[in-house]
């Protein structure tokens, strides 16, 4: 609820008690026990940034923030509150939002790739040690450096496998890889995978630009995450998190102080993101909740108590809602002391003692002012939200999502080429080994392997069924609708007449002559992929070599090209530097001809008026003389 263009929090002695849109981006605490009312604090602060124009994140675990869609109900226990408030203006309402989900259950997707994730992160994620964490750092450069992409899942794990055999290429140039490390690294994706990492990684990933939109008033949206099911997984839910604030961090320019913030994220069950966080980790934290104020975004951290929050993340937050602390433990009690102590102190009551003595609904709070310093802590009663209190149900869910404007840009996960197609295709790696058996028929309409193919049977790319299949010929013209074979492209075995298919075979395909424009013959191995089915084209030794040499060549007159280009820009910058010189000096020499002239014109006119003073003196005095005055 807004008041004079304020977030009008809590009451104190009948006197709103507001957040300032200004000091909004300087973050803040949500802290207290269970049942204790965080939740309405979050809810209002939710509504007020979203009436004010700012689009908000919430974190929902427990499922009720999705009432914000329903206008709230009134009930006795709402009208006694704002009776006990003194408000007077108080409407219910809806707020607009859109819902997300990492499973895509109760919301669109929520994804992202494993490169943007980045190593540190994705270390986090599978909870691995420095070493481990080293290895996985090795890989990511590998990647890099061969130019494959890691997008999902299984681009790790083959490049897992192609590092893990390949172990001494690799260790003499990025440092000791072990091939058990490996396997400790696997076993952690695998784990991965089966809490649902298979469709957190992937394509399309989240364009975090999509969270910060208003709806036709002029309100912000209020995203929701449902993490019901992602809390389960404590690593994931935080890591997940914290990838989103490095997200807006890196792509939203710098904006300093602004009369509202650019985007609100509030972190709920924030202790999770500190809990065995390496030193690493948690410079990275400190230095994006430091500098993303400067964004433009404002981070509220919610958590129980707010010794949960380390030391140098919790004087960033200058915005604290406190609720009541238990204090029936020595720890409890040390814990309720070190949060009094983080208040500007109130003469008017005992902080310490009045946080063990806070109902349900009320809270201290602790805003900063128009200056930025922090105000003399309160003790107020918290508005109720406007919204409705509680969860909605999945037919009023399921009708908000299919009625979204993301509605289907998030669903369909695509799988572009990537590490996995990379090294399956061009290497014919990754394929488990399998006893040699007898060559058998690949298609119905093609011969034997032992035999020779009829000089008119082709494999050809049929549009329909998106696979290769054998086609009858009589002339090599361009066929319509056919394709030039891609080394990842998949051709589907048809009509096995052999429950045994070969491992390899050579067949002809047609492969489009640039230069004349017509299909030619070329006979290429094809190897069975056991994971489809389906055989795919394979470089020979010696193609991949050539096909390495081209890129090698290609990297290299590529660098030379940027080296000159950088030289030529070099000189031509020097260049500009001597002739914006020689224009310096010529302006110089010009004002101090300048200079000199007036300062000549000058002199000339002091000496000639001294002249003619003298002269008239010595005039008067030879006239005086001659007339006898003295």
């Known amino acids: 609820m807004l008041v004079d263009g304020k977030i009008w929090v809590g009451t104190c002695n009948n006197t709103p008690i507001c957040l300032l849109p200004t000091m909004a981006n300087r973050h803040g605490l949500i802290a207290g026990a269970t049942g204790t009312g965080k939740t309405v604090s979050l809810k209002i602060m939710a509504e007020g940034f979203s009436e004010m124009g700012v689009p908000v994140f919430l974190s929902d675990i427990k499922g009720d923030l999705s009432g914000m869609v329903r206008m709230g109900e009134n009930t006795d ?68 450096d061969e130019n494959m992409l890691l997008l999902d899942i299984k681009d790790i794990k083959a490049m897992l496998a192609y590092v893990g055999e390949n172990a001494s290429r690799y260790t003499l140039n990025y440092g000791n890889v072990s091939k058990a490390t490996i396997g400790t690294i696997q076993r952690a994706v695998a784990v991965l995978e089966d809490q649902g990492g298979d469709k957190f990684f992937g394509e399309p990933a989240l364009n975090i630009t ?26 994931m839910y935080s890591t997940f998190l914290l990838w989103m604030l490095s997200e807006l961090y890196e792509t939203l320019p710098e904006q300093g102080d602004q009369d509202k913030p650019r985007m609100v994220f509030f972190f709920d069950e924030a202790h999770l ?114 919204s409705y209190m509680g969860a909605i149900d999945d037919d009023l869910r399921k009708t908000f999502i299919e009625t979204s404007r993301f509605n ?20 014919n790696f990754g394929r488990p080994s399998t006893p040699a058996q007898k060559p058998a028929p690949v298609m119905a309409q093609a011969a034997p392997v032992a035999t020779a193919a009829p000089a008119t049977t082709f494999m050809m790319f049929d ?44 067949q002809t395909v047609l492969v ?17 992929d056991p994971a489809t089915g389906k055989y795919v084209p394979v470089m020979t030794e010696a193609e991949a070599k050539a096909a390495a040499k081209a890129a090698k060549d290609a990297e290299t007159a590529k660098t030379k090209e940027a080296q000159e280009a950088a030289k030529a820009a070099k000189e031509a910058d020097a260049a500009k530097r001597r002739e914006e010189a020689e224009a310096l000096r010529d302006e110089r020499a010009d004002r101090a001809r300048r200079n000199d002239s007036v300062l000549g014109r000058i002199k000339n006119t002091a000496i000639n ?20 005055k003295k």
């Open 273 to 386: 993101l500190f809990n065995d966080c390496g030193k690493q980790l948690m410079d990275k934290i400190e230095q994006v909740v430091r500098l993303i104020r400067s964004k433009g975004v404002g981070v509220y951290f919610i958590t129980q108590n707010p010794a949960d929050v380390p030391m140098t993340i919790l004087g960033q937050l200058g915005n604290r809602v406190q609720h009541a602390l238990r204090a029936f433990t020595p720890l409890d009690q040390k814990a309720v002391k070190v949060a009094a102590q983080t208040f500007r102190a109130n003469p008017s009551f005992d902080t310490e003692q009045a946080i063990t003595q806070l109902q349900t609904g009320e809270a201290l709070l602790s805003f900063l002012d128009e200056k930025g310093a922090p105000s003399v802590v309160e003790r107020a009663l918290i508005l109720p939200p406007q």
């Open 463 to 506: 549009p329909a069924t998106n696979s290769y299949v054998a086609k009858q010929l009589d002339t090599m013209s361009p066929v319509p609708g056919a394709q030039p074979v891609a080394e990842a492209a998949p051709v589907a075995q048809a009509a096995p007449v052999a429950p045994a298919p070969a491992q390899s075979m050579r």
């Open 77 to 144: 226990k709402i009208a006694s509150r704002l009776m006990a408030t003194g408000v007077s203006n108080f409407k219910f309402a809806t707020y607009p939002a859109d819902f997300w989900d990492v499973y895509g259950e109760k919301g669109h997707p929520v994804r992202t790739t494993v490169s943007e994730m980045g190593p540190l992160l994705l270390s986090r994620m599978l909870n691995l040690n420095e070493t481990q964490a080293g290895v996985l750092n090795i890989l990511f450069r590998v990647a890099d």
């Open 408 to 427: 289907g840009v998030y669903e369909a996960q695509t799988d572009r080429e990537s590490a996995y197609e990379y090294l399956a295709a061009t290497m």
């Open 210 to 235: 999509d969270w910060m939109q208003q709806d036709e008033d002029g309100r912000g949206y209020i995203n929701i995450l449902a993490c019901d099911k992602l809390f389960l997984n404590p690593l």
């Open 609 to 628: 008026t001294a002249t003619r003073s003298v002269v008239n003196s010595l005039a008067r005095g030879l006239l005086g003389t001659l007339t006898g």
């Open 512 to 528: 489009l002559d640039q230069a004349t424009g017509q299909y030619v013959q070329k006979e290429m191995t094809m190897a069975l």
